[in-house]
């Protein structure tokens, strides 16, 4: 078949000579991978228990609703394993609570690694932005779902998050964070981080597809609905790789 004269080989993961890694998981076809707010306290019990046996740290995280962004630094457990025991925990609690089968994650993760102090600053304050950049809050701290208010001991029950070591280069404390840590926090970043990284990938290796789906013999419609499932881009991105009707392609899919 000419679906399986295209392959898309899973690139090599760069080893941080930090340990310290900008992780991102997603929900397969951008679904959502949490359903209600007992599935981000599940997930965020998971990174809690594992921890300790899979011997990571974890500065800053953001939980969305379809993606999570993680800052993980890995000791002697490498990530591999550390996002393996996550994932599968996760998917396992999920598909048994909401009475599914197959995979909730795109991929394994998505990994980025860190190797100087401004870009691990860079990466914290990203991922702490992004309930803002989404329109969810104007602050930070009022978002439930990240380890910005681990920062600042709004829920002191919460210590999920290992706050020191960014609090340490401005020189503060958890709980009497300094207005040099809130300000910088919420300044503008203009660095392309993993998710921006990760759509211009996708548009790459959909492009390359797409090359080889247009000498097949195979149906145009085929042929979209392969690409949607190789890439997982949005219909508007099918139509600037394709050339189609973006509402020719959403007719394609549905």
Known sequence: MEEDLIVVSRQ????????????????????????????????????????????????????????VHML???????????????????????????????PLFQGRYRSEDIEDENYFLAVARYIHQNPIKAGMVNVPELYKWSSYRDYLNIDMQNNL??????????????GNVSKEFQNFMVQEDQNEFLDVKNKNDCL?????IWAHLMVSDIGEG?????????????????????????????????
């Open 161 to 174: 998050a290992d706050t020191e070591m960014i609090l340490k280069i401005f020189g503060c404390k958890r």
């Open 72 to 102: 993980i630094k890995e000791q002697t457990i490498g990530l591999s394993n550390i996002m393996k025991s996550v994932n599968v925990s996760y998917a396992s609690y999920f598909n048994r609570k909401y009475d599914r089968v197959g």
């Open 222 to 254: 085929d042929k979209i609905r392969l690409l949607k499932e190789k890439t997982s881009l949005s219909s508007r991105d099918l139509a600037v790789i394709t050339g189609i009707n973006k509402n020719k392609i959403q007719r394609f899919l549905r």
């Open 12 to 67: 090599n993961r760069e080893k941080s000579s930090s340990g310290f890694y900008h992780v991102m998981v997603r929900g397969i076809n951008k679904n959502d991978l949490f359903l209600e707010d007992e599935d981000k306290e599940y997930f965020l019990q998971v990174l809690a228990d594992k921890k300790e046996p899979c011997d990571f740290l974890l500065p800053a995280y953001c939980l969305m609703d379809n993606h």
């Open 204 to 208: 790459r290796v959909g492009k390359d």
